[in-house]
């Protein structure tokens, strides 16, 4: 769980039941009932992989929401493997198929294993928005891959010493260290396929996806400033006006954008000075809207860094 939850109220069987939501890195979304805990759609213990490494205790199951459905895909296979060219292609299916990739809560392993979606989510720390009026849940999720792979810790030293510019940490005290990477093409893309960001609308009254809409552009991100809507890893959160927008910066393309709240089409977008993990805020002074956010970038997004705070004016009311 990697945000705060929402309280939000919903319409269930013609009556308004107050609510918590909650979304989470692997894509769920879980709705309780404010007063009692019990999920308002059914949740199920399904059975999740086992063989773990020594030392671990599996759970042989975990808890799944039946509703609503998951917001990014949960496992990448070989034949899932992604690239630009066809060497590209292969040689991201050559590291997905040489590691342990059976889905969510695959256990990390010495052979290592996919993590699908990341740690950086599914959701992250910007967490969600919610219209009371359309009972209507917006979150912002990215769709990329770990590769995550156990060290013996007497072997720590030696692996950090090799690999000085990897992820590899020691765990101590336990008796494994771990290496952290991402699943790169050698183009330094991701392996799994586009859209790699996504922005959807839940109706938390049925339990369906309204629509999904992709977020970002690989603009900042590609050797040449090409604008192909790809969607990118996103960290900040959306907000939702009474009006009927979403605006949401969070991208890796240092973009604020705003987006219909009704059907998801993109209406506008600023560019901003730097990257805009944050999430953006609105106010009104002397009869005018303004929408604000934080534009610092993100360190490991790998986003423009900087140290601003930009506010757009909307129009003024007839």
């Not at 890195?25 to 308002?40: A, I």
């Not at 889905?103 to 950086?120: A, D, K, V």
């Not at 089409?265 to 604000?292: D, N, S």
Request: glycine share 10%.
């Amino acid at each position: 769980m990697p945000a705060q939850p929402s309280l939000v109220t919903v319409m269930r069987e013609g009556k308004t039941v107050d609510a918590v939501a909650q979304v989470t890195k692997t894509g769920f979304v879980f709705l309780l009932d404010r007063d009692t805990g019990e999920p308002l759609f059914e949740v199920e213990e399904r059975p999740v992989p086992q063989g773990g490494a020594l030392g671990e205790f599996l759970s042989p199951t975990q808890p799944v929401p039946v509703a609503p459905p998951p917001l990014v895909p949960q496992e990448l296979k070989a034949e899932d493997a992604w690239g630009l060219t066809p060497w590209d292609r292969a040689a991201c299916r050559e590291k997905i198929a040489g590691a342990r990739s059976e889905g969510l809560f695959t256990p990390p392993s010495e052979q290592g294993t996919i993590m699908y979606p990341f740690t950086g989510g599914g959701a992250n720390w910007g967490g969600a928005a919610f219209d009371p009026a359309t009972s209507t849940l917006y979150i912002n999720t990215s769709r990329a891959a770990h590769l995550i792979t156990l060290i013996p810790s007497e072997n720590f030293e030696a692996a950090k010493a090799a690999e000085p510019n990897e992820e590899i940490s020691p765990q101590a005290p336990t008796r494994w260290a771990v290496k952290r990477e991402l699943v790169l093409s050698p183009l330094d893309l991701p392996c799994n396929p586009p859209p790699w960001g996504m922005l959807t609308a839940v109706d938390l009254s049925t339990g369906t996806i309204k629509w999904e809409s992709v977020l970002g552009t690989v603009r900042d991100l590609a050797p040449v400033p090409v604008p192909l809507k790809w969607g990118t890893p996103n960290f900040g959160g959306p907000i939702v006006t009474a009006g009927g927008v979403v605006f949401i910066g969070a991208a890796m393309d240092d973009y604020l954008r705003a987006f219909d709240a009704a059907s998801g089409e993109e209406l506008w977008k600023g560019r901003l000075p730097a990257g805009g993990q944050a999430t953006p805020m609105t106010y009104e002074w002397e009869g005018r809207q303004y929408v604000v956010i934080a534009a610092g970038g993100h360190a490991r997004a790998g986003t423009k860094l900087g140290d601003f705070v930009v506010a757009f004016a909307l129009p003024r009311a007839e």
